[in-house]
């Protein structure tokens, strides 16, 4: 009879009791909430001592004992002033291990650990040329201070900042990264803003699949300068999943999509570890007041010569 009486608001009730659930209740979600690092001896792509994704034990221990004067970072042509064991480095204790396994790349796929650049794009990022110093514009964006690689996706490993804050509330959640204070704000209640404007870190929108928090971010700044150790453009979409595996780990994984760089999507997965300590200002402003040395010491010696006195008959 109530429901006679109620017949509208009875069909309301039923409709919400037999609609599907829309996400995952909070209680399901991952905590995200703390400072975590994702400081390692692996690094974006696969060195050349290694074939494989995964090592033994034993090649893992060999190959870590010879970077581990350095804390986990490999020298460079032309370090003749010693700076990588001069400097503070802060790579970690070791190459990764994600479930269960040693790894030697964060890239997963392609197989050999590579980001799968065109022979076009190869030849528009100039790969195999000399770098060039003496150009301001020619220098990396994390160079310059434009951005950091805590701050734009995906999430970077680097050799001296590995820490990010991350904040996580109903609404957004929010990834402020050691290196140059950045934030990125990932919206989790709006649809992508088509009318925002393209940024560094790009436009990122996430949402709950289960444990796993899912996020995909486009509307970059189009930039063909190294973004740490990749590069992509204003056409990339990034997309990122992060789940709390155990109360010390987050596992990340990733694929970038850019079909005006790549030949193929490629992907990623990391490991990042709950921190040992709080996390300090590291300051860089845009410009970077090193840069007058670098463009200065890369014109040294590319200057016109004067020419020679001419000798003077009597």
Avoid at 209 to 220: A, I
Wanted: charged share 25%; hydrophobic share 35%; glycine share 6%.
């Amino acid at each position: 009879m109530a429901c006679l009486a109620l017949g509208h608001v009875c069909a309301l009730v039923g409709q919400a009791q037999s609609r599907p659930r829309q996400g995952p209740r909070p209680q399901e979600r991952s905590d995200l909430n703390g400072v975590w690092t994702n400081a390692s001896y692996t690094q974006l792509q696969r060195p050349a001592a290694f074939k494989t994704l995964v090592i033994s034990e034993a090649a893992a221990k060999a190959y870590e004992a010879t970077l581990a004067p350095t804390h986990g970072v490999r020298s460079f042509p032309g370090d003749t002033l010693g700076q990588i064991a001069s400097e503070f480095n802060d790579s970690g204790e070791g190459l990764a291990r994600i479930h269960g396994q040693i790894r030697t790349s964060w890239i997963v796929d392609p197989e050999d650990g590579h980001v799968p650049y065109t022979a076009d794009a190869k030849k528009r990022l100039r790969f195999g040329e000399p770098d060039l110093y003496d150009n301001p514009e020619d220098l990396d964006d994390s160079l310059r201070c434009r951005y950091a690689n805590g701050s734009a996706p995906p999430q970077m490993s680097s050799m001296d900042t590995n820490l990010v804050q991350i904040v996580q509330t109903k609404d957004y959640v929010v990834l402020s990264s050691e290196k140059n204070h950045d934030v990125r704000i990932i919206t989790l209640r709006a649809p992508r803003d088509p009318l925002r404007p393209a940024s560094w870190s790009g436009d990122s929108v996430g949402h709950w699949e289960g444990k796993t928090l899912v996020v995909e971010t486009k509307n970059f700044r189009d930039s063909l300068i190294d973004r740490f150790f990749f590069v992509y453009s204003k056409a990339a979409t990034i997309e990122e999943r992060f789940t709390r595996i155990s109360p010390r780990e987050i596992f990340y994984a990733f694929k970038v999509t850019d079909p005006s760089l790549y030949s193929q999507p490629w992907r990623g997965e990391m490991i990042f570890n709950t921190a040992r300590g709080l996390m300090y200002e590291f300051a860089c402003h845009e410009g970077n007041y090193s840069l007058p040395s670098i463009l200065r010491a890369a014109r040294q010696g590319r200057q016109n010569q004067p020419p020679a006195p001419q000798a003077t008959g009597k």
